[in-house]
C-alpha cells in the first residue's frame, strides 16, 4: 500500500502514453485510422480463435492489448539521453538493451524505456525506443562541427519539467497535482515542432549526410516520429491498410508468419512530407519527411538458444535473397523466411522442451485440488503432464536491430542506405546515457523464476524448475 501520498510511477506512465497517444493523434491524423484498423482487426481475431484467447485471459495481456503502445524518439547529445533516461525514470520506465543501427547504415544507437516487472508491465507496456545520434559518424568535420553547434544551443526539456524531475528525485515521487503537471511539461519535449533551427542550406547539408541526421539535428525537439500499437494479425493488417487508404512498407519486418508467433513482427506506412519554416524564412515554406505510422505484432520472448536460432535463419534468408528487401522482391523475400523458419519449432511445448522461450507458469483449478489431495506430482514436467500447471509464452517487450533499421531505411528512403565502418560502442552509450542498460534475456528470466516460485508456494513445494 502506497502511504506516502506519491502517485505510483506505473499509473504516471499510463497517463502519460494517454496524453502523448492524444497529442499524436492530433498531429498525425493517419495515426488514428491505425489505431481503428488495429482495433477492429483485434476484435476479429479474438473472436476467430478461442484458444488465442485464452491464452491472452490467462497471462492478463487481453486487459493492456487496447492501449499498448511504443514510440520513438532520436536525441542529439549525451546531456539529452541522460536527462531523457531521468524523465523517464520518473514513470518507472528504464533501459533495457542495447541497439547498434550504425552496422545497418544508420548513425545511431539504442536502448528502449520501459517497465521491467510483468506486473508493472500489465499496469502500462508503455515503452520508448531512444536512439542518440553519433555525430562521430559524420565524415565531413565541418558539417559535423554545425551540428553539434546546433545541437549545443538547444535545450528539448521545459525548466518545469527539470524541476519536476529534480523534485521526484530527491523526494522519491510525485503527488498527484504534481504528477499531472509533470505529464504536461514531459510531452512538450516530444511535441512536433514546424519552426526548425537551421535554415534551409544548413538543412540541404545536413540532409544529404544522412535524412535521420537532419531529423534529429534540425528541431527544437526529437518529436515523436512514430506510435505504435499491438496487433493480433500482423498480415491482416498489411493486407487491410490499402483498403483504407494507407499505403503499407512492401515487407513485413521480423519473422515469419507463425501458429505460434515468436519475437516481434513490424510494419509501417511511409513518412509524412510536413511543412517547416527553416530560419530566415518568413512562412512555412519548405518540407521535412520523418514521421510514419506503424503497427506490431509481439510473440513469444526467445532465450539464448531460441535468439541465436532466429538470428542464424533470418541471415540465412537475408543472404538467400542477396539484396535489401523491398518491393520488388517481397514475395521472394517472404517465401525464402518461410522455407528457413521452418527449422524453428511452431508450438510452445516444443519451444519449451528445447529451451527456446521463456514462460510463466500458473496453478491450476486441477493443482489446487491435487494439493488438498496430497496427490500432485514434486517435478514440472509431471506438474504440466497431469494438467496441475499450465505455461503461456511471455510476450517479448523488446525490440530486434535488424527490424529496427528495415522501418527507418523504408521510412527514410531505400536510396539512403549508408555504409559506416563502425563497431558498436555500448560503454560509450553507457557513459552518454549515465548508467548501465538492463540484459533484456535477465529480465525474462527473472519473470520466468518468479512465476515458478509463486506455484511451488501455491502447491507446497520447496521450489519448481
Known amino acids: 500500500m502506497n502511504t506516502s501520498g506519491f502517485v505510483d510511477p506505473s499509473q504516471i506512465r499510463a497517463q502519460f502514453s494517454s ?34 484467447k485464452q491464452q491472452l485471459e490467462w497471462t492478463g495481456e487481453i486487459e493492456r492489448l487496447a492501449m499498448e503502445r511504443h ?5 542529439g547529445t549525451a546531456e539529452e539521453l541522460s536527462t531523457i533516461r531521468r524523465l523517464f525514470a520518473v514513470m518507472g520506465m528504464q533501459p533495457v538493451g542495447y541497439y547498434d543501427l550504425s552496422s545497418a547504415g544508420v548513425p545511431v544507437h539504442s536502448t528502449a524505456f520501459r517497465a521491467v516487472h510483468e506486473a508493472e508491465l500489465q499496469v502500462s ?14 565524415e565531413d568535420e565541418a558539417l559535423r562541427a554545425l551540428a553539434a553547434e546546433i545541437l549545443a544551443k538547444r535545450d528539448i526539456f521545459t525548466p518545469r519539467a527539470r524541476a519536476l524531475i529534480e523534485q521526484c528525485e530527491a523526494q522519491g515521487g510525485l503527488n498527484a497535482a504534481d504528477a499531472e503537471e509533470f505529464v504536461k511539461e514531459a510531452l512538450e519535449t516530444f511535441r512536433w515542432h514546424t519552426q526548425a533551427t537551421v535554415t534551409a542550406a544548413e538543412y540541404d547539408r545536413l540532409h544529404g549526410q544522412h535524412r535521420l541526421i ?47 508467433p515468436i519475437l516481434l513482427r513490424q510494419t509501417s506506412f ?9 530560419v530566415g524564412q518568413s ?8 514521421r510514419f505510422g506503424e503497427i506490431e505484432q509481439r510473440g513469444a520472448a526467445l532465450t539464448p538458444a531460441g535468439r541465436a536460432l532466429y538470428d542464424r535463419l533470418l541471415n540465412e534468408a537475408r543472404d538467400d535473397l542477396g539484396e535489401f528487401p523491398n518491393e520488388a522482391n517481397a514475395q521472394r523475400y517472404a517465401d525464402l523466411l518461410e522455407q528457413r523458419f521452418e527449422a524453428f519449432p511452431d508450438s510452445y511445448p516444443a519451444m519449451r522442451r528445447e529451451g527456446l522461450a521463456y514462460f510463466r507458469y500458473f496453478v491450476t483449478e ?30 517479448y517487450e523488446d525490440f530486434l536491430p535488424v527490424s529496427a533499421a528495415g522501418i527507418f531505411q523504408s521510412n527514410l528512403g531505400d536510396d539512403a542506405q549508408v555504409s559506416y565502418n563502425a563497431t558498436s560502442n555500448q560503454q560509450a552509450f553507457h557513459a552518454a546515457l549515465g548508467a548501465t542498460v538492463h540484459d533484456e534475456l535477465a529480465l525474462y528470466a527473472q519473470t520466468q523464476c518468479r512465476s515458478l516460485a509463486e506455484c511451488a508456494r501455491e502447491l507446497g513445494l520447496e521450489a519448481l524448475g
Request: aromatic share 4%; net charge neutral; hydrophobic share 45%.
Open 283 to 290: 512562412s512555412a515554406a519548405g518540407s521535412h519527411t520523418a
Open 366 to 395: 486441477a493443482g489446487k485440488a491435487a494439493r488438498r489431495d496430497g496427490t500432485a506430482p514434486r517435478n514440472l514436467d509431471a506438474l504440466i503432464e497431469a494438467g496441475h500447471v499450465h505455461f503461456e509464452p511471455l510476450v
Open 19 to 52: 496524453a502523448m497517444s492524444a497529442m499524436y493523434r492530433a498531429e498525425v491524423p493517419l495515426y488514428g485510422d491505425l489505431l481503428d484498423l488495429v482495433a477492429d482487426t483485434n476484435a476479429q481475431a479474438l473472436a476467430g480463435s478461442a484458444a488465442l
Open 214 to 260: 537532419a531529423d534529429v539535428v534540425a528541431f527544437n525537439g526529437p518529436h515523436i516520429n512514430h506510435l505504435t500499437p499491438r496487433t493480433l494479425d500482423i498480415d491482416e493488417v498489411q493486407a487491410s491498410m490499402p483498403k483504407r487508404g494507407i499505403t503499407p512498407k512492401a515487407v513485413v519486418e521480423g519473422p515469419p508468419r507463425r501458429q505460434c
Open 270 to 278: 511511409k513518412a509524412l512530407q510536413e511543412a517547416v519554416a527553416f
Open 71 to 75: 514510440g520513438a524518439i532520436r536525441v
Open 125 to 138: 507496456p508503455f515503452r520508448v525506443f531512444t536512439s542518440l545520434l553519433r555525430l562521430e559518424l559524420i
